[in-house]
Nanobody
């Protein structure tokens, strides 16, 4: 198991930027693919972006392509989500998640992730 703690959420105006961070502790961070999910009120949790253990493979949900960037620093046991040009529809609770994998790839379903953070609120005002 790995423990995950997110930070960096907050209130921002449309067009603004936020950088989310997720620090992992416990087992070897580099053995995990990492993902950022979000859940808006009344909606299902969805995968926003994900990154493989090496960082060489990334995935982005179509609505965030070109605006969000996921990255990781294995030496710091940290994964980041840089969010630019934020829109009101980006408002949600954002969750960091870890998937224990055995090759360098990115799981795209929530069932592939077995470790979750507590979530951080992102609110984008219009």
């Amino acid at each position: 198991q790995v423990q995950l703690v997110e930070s960096g959420g907050g209130l921002v105006q449309a067009g603004g930027s936020l950088r989310l961070s997720c620090v992992a502790s416990g087992r070897t961070f580099s053995s995990y693919a990492m993902g950022w999910f979000r859940q808006a009120p009344g909606k299902e949790r969805e995968l926003v972006a994900a990154i493989s253990w090496s960082g060489s493979i990334t995935y982005y949900q179509d609505p965030v392509k070109g605006r969000f960037t996921i990255s990781r620093d294995n030496a710091k046991n940290t994964v980041y989500l840089q969010m630019n040009s934020l829109k009101p529809e980006d408002t949600a609770v954002y969750y960091c998640a870890a998937a224990e994998v055995y090759r360098d790839y990115v799981p795209r379903g929530s069932l592939g992730y077995n470790n979750w953070g507590q979530g951080t609120q992102v609110t984008v005002s219009s």
